[in-house]
């Protein structure tokens, strides 16, 4: 991402989360409330563990922000860490009074092992702080102020919970128009539209819990008013499905993402599988009959709704502990646990939407530019009324 850049720092159990975004236009309206809404529905969610009843996440932004507009200089923003004040002698910056107890037991599924073979640690805390899941809240808070710019120039992203473990939403629920889909999600304690299935999918989390265990699951994320034209065919690195696909599978947990039907289409032959192409007179457009394709052909948006689905493994932190070893005395021992969500994929869905909120505020900008959100406005206008006039005529 080059021209919507950002950063996040901090530790699941330090002070707090610190976030950057850099390349906003001026002019946005954007208020730290409008945040807040997305970090709290990552805190969501049937099967979430103990952590989520104590923290309150909320954003507090330090610049780039002047009287609920942005500046166009970087937005620094920070989500404090409740949790922290539970940690005192054992998180800080600061030498401790007494050595903590390392963590010595890696987790299979995690990055304690591998992690702490690379940076040479021996407390594989020091892994573990930064692997958690816990630093999706900065992904979510600058996500939603891409949400925000995206807002501005019509576009909308939702997510919804398509399976967990073994309950999937049935086909016919996944076809439903993206306010029924979207409402649905956000009306369930599990993130699915489908009432029926929701209430399965409680009840396998809550057999999870039972029996020590945990569940993952897929979801989808969809970006409607997408114009025509961001991403590009003419090499690897600026097609825009290829960096959806990074942006998804950098988020915990991820282990596949697909576009539009995805691995579905492998199965089927291209008669069955390609959109079909119309002409509207009224609107001087191509609609398609379907979109199949995800919003997405040769690597460029289509102008369909952009389709994304991510599969998100169990998460690796189980009560009933697998198998590990003891890194220091190297015997067979159970990998710890201190406590755990069992099923986070509502939460996964949110990060989900972030995350294409991201790539796609970043495409925007590659392709439109504009230091204002005017300046902005007007070179998508500028590029409409191209399009509305398109083909103009011979190219040579
Ligand atoms: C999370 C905070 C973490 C975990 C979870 C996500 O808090 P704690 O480690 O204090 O319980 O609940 O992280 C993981 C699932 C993981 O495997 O690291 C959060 O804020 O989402």
């Known amino acids: 991402m080059s021209h919507l850049r950002f950063f996040t720092a901090g530790e699941s159990h330090g002070p707090a989360l610190v976030v950057l975004v850099e390349g906003v236009p001026a002019g946005l309206p954007l208020l730290a409330a409008d945040l807040d809404g997305d970090l709290g529905r990552r805190q969501q969610g049937y099967g979430r ?24 200089s970087p937005i620094a923003l920070t989500i404090a860490n409740r949790d922290h004040a539970n940690w005192a002698g054992r998180m800080g910056a600061e030498p401790f009074a007494e050595v903590p107890e390392a963590l010595v037991r890696p987790r299979p599924g995690h990055a304690d ?25 900065s992904r979510v808070a600058a996500g939603a102020i891409a949400k925000r710019l995206l807002a501005a120039v019509g576009v909308e992203v939702f997510a919804f919970v398509r399976s967990i473990g073994a309950v999937a939403c049935p086909p016919e629920a996944l076809g439903l128009p993206s306010e029924t889909l979207r409402d649905g999600a956000r009306a369930s304690e599990v993130g699915c539209p489908d ?37 590009s065919h003419v090499h690897w690195d600026r097609k825009l499905d290829g960096r959806i696909g990074q942006a998804f599978l950098s988020i915990q947990a991820i282990k596949a993402v697909s576009i539009g039907d995805g691995f579905e289409a492998a199965a089927l032959p291209g008669s069955s599988v ?30 369909a709704p952009v389709r994304v689905v991510a599969a998100m493994k169990p998460i690796a932190t189980l009560r009933k502990a697998l198998p590990s070893v003891d890194i220091r005395t190297k015997e067979a021992v159970d990998a710890a646990h201190e406590r755990s969500d069992i ?28 230091d204002s959100l005017e300046e902005l406005q007007r070179n998508m206008k500028g590029y409409q009324e191209q399009l509305a006039q398109w083909p103009a005529g011979d190219d040579r």
């Open 113 to 137: 092992l591998a992690g702490g073979q690379k940076y040479n640690r021996s407390d594989l805390r020091d892994i573990l702080e930064r692997a958690s899941a816990r630093e999706t809240a």
């Open 274 to 303: 390609h959109d079909p192409i119309d002409y509207s007179k009224e609107h001087g457009d191509f609609p398609r009959r379907s979109n199949h394709a995800g919003g997405l052909e040769g690597g460029i948006t289509n102008g």
């Open 195 to 231: 009432e029926a299935t929701s209430a399965a999918m409680k009840a396998a989390i809550h057999a999870a819990s039972h029996a020590g265990d945990t569940l993952g699951g897929t979801f989808e994320v969809v970006a409607t008013g997408v114009p025509v034209g961001l991403g």
């Open 343 to 370: 099923c986070a994929v509502l939460a996964a869905s949110v990060v989900g939407e972030a995350m294409l909120a991201l790539v796609l505020a970043d495409a925007l900008l590659e392709k439109f530019g504009g």
């Open 49 to 72: 563990g103990g952590r989520m009843k104590i923290e309150q996440d909320r954003a507090i932004i330090l610049s780039g922000v002047r009287g609920g507009v942005t500046l166009g």
